[in-house]
């Protein structure tokens, strides 16, 4: 049956006045003290109820004290109330309207005088929950916490509510290397369980251990041997090559088993080297069977030692220049690739599209050098840093290619009035003016003029051999001959017929051997040639070429060359031997032109870090200071404006369309002056 007393507390949030009346009715006044309780309705607005204090906390109201009653200002909010967010019996957040005081004593957050209970007033906390993460030492540790800071650790999230136990985050079962036998019979390792190591027959080397080199030795091999009984028969028996050895059997080779015919005498056996897909393997066999594999016998009764069948020398990809400058692959060994100035890549590797190719496209440059203009392939950016003139991607450096300066001298002439002058010009132009060329490099002195040229005896190849003819240095060189010295006569034994015959090394199964004979049988032999008239004197066929070593060039790059070219291009040798993995080459610093989105900076950096940040190396020894990138005067700057931007860009490219942008002043409007305005921009002049 129904309490009429709660019935009647139901009726009065809709009739007060009458649930004033029965509350404080003879019937229940007695029963319980009640008081004003301001409550929120379901549309948010503050209401005033005359209940008991309990009744009024159960609705989450404010109870204004016993005997209060409700009046127009009751309920009022004033400053010192607002919103305040209390954790339930349940754990949920919940929003009353209450005073900083109340809030305080219910353990709330108070969210301020003034302010109500909106949807985003108490926002509901994120739910945790046992988490299982990896630690340092590799254990697994248990933590409460969210599911999205569970995932950035990498861990397992068990679910919201749940909590840490003891069996909520299980340790792996340890695991450790373990020694198994493949279906090769060779030793391999893997890290497993105990429980699994035993299930494969393995050895199980502990908890914690890894598969280092020497976790898991391998037997020795074995095979079958055949050995000599105390009777004289011969017997097979499974051993080790050592231990057959040992017994003056002869082994069969690693693997090989104990049949009724392994040690048969059919025929002598012998040493037997056969070429497999690992190299030279040596197997006792007789000389048919030997044939029959493709194999060297070495003879009858010979064994398999140790240099019975010599390893040939491993070869590998080697990139060579050819005599057209282009760069080619061949496969060689290791020496042969350094002899011919080539870059081996290593034993066993191959010629593909991309082993010997160049990142950048290369062409023929023109290097000035102490011994006159040399030509080189290389890009046409390490041309322009070496100071070279660059003759276009994929030109080769061909005897025209870099053409040399025509050497100049003193020159003595005679004049219009007779009287002889001197005049610093070349041979050829000395020699239309009938005078007497002095000599390349010579300078117009006081008396050059007055001096008689010097003759002597000069060697000169013809069609009929070697004949002497008495002449200058200068006419002799010019000749190709070989000058005999100032004041030498023509006698019979000047020019001497050479002998073409000499020493050539030739490598043949049992080393390099020393022969003499002329340079064109020593080639198809494939031997190298000593020279005309050497002869095979003790160590003619020794290895005599120069030490080389790292040499680190003014530019910060490292070569390995001899001491002598080293210091001929100024270079700082690292010592023979010594290779550019080894060297530490101090890298120069120049001035480097970056383009940025407000134009071209200038910065000092080394050609790498230039490179790097995809600026133009303006060279080195140069400094930001004195080189700089200012446009001023800039060639690209093609709008005149004094600043280069993508302006002068626009402005370029709409000249171009229209055909009247010669940049490089050829006559032609064409893609180089593309490439050149390109480049200019790029280096922000």
Same mark, same amino acid.
């Given at each position: 049956m ?13 009739a ?41 906390? &159960? ?5 204004r ?19 305040? $967010? ?8 919940? $929003? ?37 993460? #990896? ?21 397992v ?21 373990? !020694? ?83 040690c ?5 056996t012998?040493? $037997? ?14 000389? &048919?069977? !030997? ?5 060297v ?15 040939p ?25 350094r002899? #011919? ?28 050098t102490? =011994? ?7 890009s ?16 080769t ?31 050829a ?21 007055? #001096? ?24 002799? #060189? ?20 050479p ?35 050497? =002869?095979?004197?003790?160590?003619? !066929? ?19 060359t ?19 993995r ?33 600026g ?7 400094d ?8 001023a ?9 004094g ?35 390109i ?5 922000g002049?």
């Open positions: 129904t309490n009429p007393l709660r019935l009647v507390r139901r009726l009065c949030t809709v007060l006045a009458a649930c004033a009346a029965l509350l404080f009715s003879p019937a229940t006044a007695s029963a319980q003290t009640t008081g004003a309780c301001c409550v929120r309705t379901n549309t948010g607005t503050i209401q005033c109820v005359v209940v008991s204090p309990e009744m009024c906390r &159960e609705r989450n109201g404010i109870y004290g016993d005997g209060t009653t409700c009046t127009n200002t009751t309920c009022a909010l004033t400053p010192s109330s607002g919103a305040c $967010c209390i954790r339930t019996s349940t754990g949920a957040i919940q $929003c009353i309207v209450t005073s900083e005081a109340i809030c305080r004593e219910r353990e709330g957050v108070y969210r301020g005088n003034g302010t109500t209970c909106t949807d985003n007033a108490c926002p509901q906390p994120t739910p945790t929950g046992a988490c299982c993460v #990896r630690t340092a030492t590799g254990a697994i540790q248990c933590v409460v916490t969210t599911a999205a800071i569970c995932r950035e650790r990498e861990g999230y068990r679910g919201n509510g749940t909590t840490c136990t003891d069996n909520a985050c299980p340790q792996p079962t340890p695991t450790g290397a373990c !020694c198994v036998r493949t279906a090769t019979g060779t030793i391999q390792c893997v890290v497993t369980t105990a429980a699994i190591c035993r299930e494969r027959e393995g050895v199980y080397r502990g908890n914690g251990t890894t598969c280092t080199d020497n976790a898991c030795p391998q037997p020795t091999p074995t095979g079958a041997c055949c050995v000599r009984t105390a009777t004289g028969t011969i017997q097979c028996v499974v051993t080790t090559a050592a231990i057959c050895r040992e017994r003056e059997g002869v082994y069969r080779g690693n693997g090989t088993t104990c049949t009724n015919t392994t048969a005498i059919s025929a002598p012998g040493a $037997c080297c056969v070429r497999t897909d690992a190299g030279i393997r040596c197997v006792v066999t007789s000389a &048919e069977s !030997c044939r029959e594999h493709g194999g016998f070495r003879g009858p009764n010979t064994t398999c030692t140790d240099d019975a069948c010599p390893q020398t491993p070869t590998g990809a080697c990139c060579v220049r050819t005599a057209t400058g282009t760069i080619q692959c061949v496969v060689t060994t290791a020496a042969i690739c002899e #011919r100035g080539g870059v081996f890549r290593g034993d066993g590797t191959v010629c593909t599209n991309t082993t010997c190719a160049i990142s950048a496209p290369t062409g023929a440059c023109c290097v000035r102490d =011994d006159g203009i040399r030509c080189v392939v290389t046409a950016e390490s041309c322009r840093e070496h100071g070279g003139v660059f003759r276009g991607p994929n030109t450096c061909t005897d025209n290619a870099c053409p040399q300066p025509t050497p100049t001298g003193a020159c003595c002439v005679r004049t219009a009035t007779g009287t002889i002058q001197c005049v610093v010009t070349t041979a132009i000395c020699r239309e003016r009938g005078g007497v060329f002095r000599g390349d490099g010579t300078a117009c002195g006081n008396d050059i003029c007055s #001096r008689p040229v010097p003759t002597g005896a000069c060697c000169i190849r013809t069609p009929n051999g070697v004949t002497c003819v008495v002449t200058t240095a200068q006419v002799c #060189r010019e000749r190709d001959g070989v000058f005999r010295g100032d004041g030498s006569a023509c006698t019979p034994n000047s020019c001497p017929r002998d073409l015959r000499g020493a050539c090394c030739v490598r043949t199964d049992n080393g390099v051997v020393c022969v003499v004979t002329s340079v064109e049988v020593c080639r198809e032999r494939g031997g190298v040639f000593r020279g005309p008239g050497s =002869d095979c004197a003790e160590g003619a !066929c020794r290895d005599t070429r120069p030490q080389t070593g790292a040499c680190c060039l003014a530019t910060g790059q490292c070569v390995v001899v001491a002598e070219r080293c210091k001929t291009v100024g270079g700082t040798y690292g010592g023979d031997g010594t290779t550019c080894d060297a530490k080459c101090e890298q120069p610093t120049g001035a480097c032109c970056i383009r940025t989105g407000d134009g071209v900076i200038c910065a000092d950096l080394t050609l790498a870090e230039c490179r790097q940040r995809g133009v190396f303006r060279g080195f020894d140069t930001c200071k004195t080189t700089g990138c200012r446009p005067g800039c060639p690209c700057d093609w709008n005149g404006d600043v280069l931007d993508r302006d002068d860009v626009n402005a370029f490219l709409e000249d171009y369309l229209a055909g009247d942008a010669d940049f490089n002043s050829d006559g032609t409007t064409d893609p180089s002056d593309l490439r050149a305005f480049e200019c921009y790029q280096s002049c």
